[in-house]
């Protein structure tokens, strides 16, 4: 059964950081692309990023380049966003996500709330 278990969201002003992980189980992680993505209140799932499987190569959504940055260690099958220079607008829930895109399996979520 597909794992996967997002913590470090939280409560932060604008211009701060944050470092999300998602601890993955279940399956053969270094075998898989992996995503985060994002739901903010009263919209849909959103793209933020996607880390190949050798993590040598990242891609990010237009909004977040520049602040963002996606990581992986396969030794310890967890995936990692680094938040920073947050904005208001970055306030969603945040999802680690199997695979590319939205993925084909998400964790419960980590909340991240950006306000002043």
């Known amino acids: 059964e597909v794992q996967l278990v997002e913590s470090g969201g939280g409560l932060v002003q604008p211009g701060g950081s944050l470092r999300l992980s998602c601890a993955a189980s279940?399956?053969?992680?270094?075998?898989?692309?992996m995503s985060w993505v994002r739901q903010a209140p009263g919209k849909g799932l959103e793209w933020v990023s996607t880390?190949?499987?050798?993590?040598?190569?990242?891609f990010y959504a237009d909004f977040v380049k520049g602040r963002f940055t996606i990581s992986r260690d396969n030794a310890e099958n967890t995936l990692y966003l680094q938040l920073n220079s947050l904005k208001t607008e970055d306030t969603a829930i945040y999802y680690c996500?199997?695979?590319?895109?939205?993925?084909?399996?998400r964790g419960q979520g980590t909340q991240v709330t950006v306000s002043s």
């Open positions: 996500a199997k695979d590319v895109g939205l993925g084909t399996d």
């Open positions: 880390i190949t499987i050798g993590g040598i190569e990242p």
């Open positions: 279940g399956f053969t992680f270094v075998n898989y692309a």
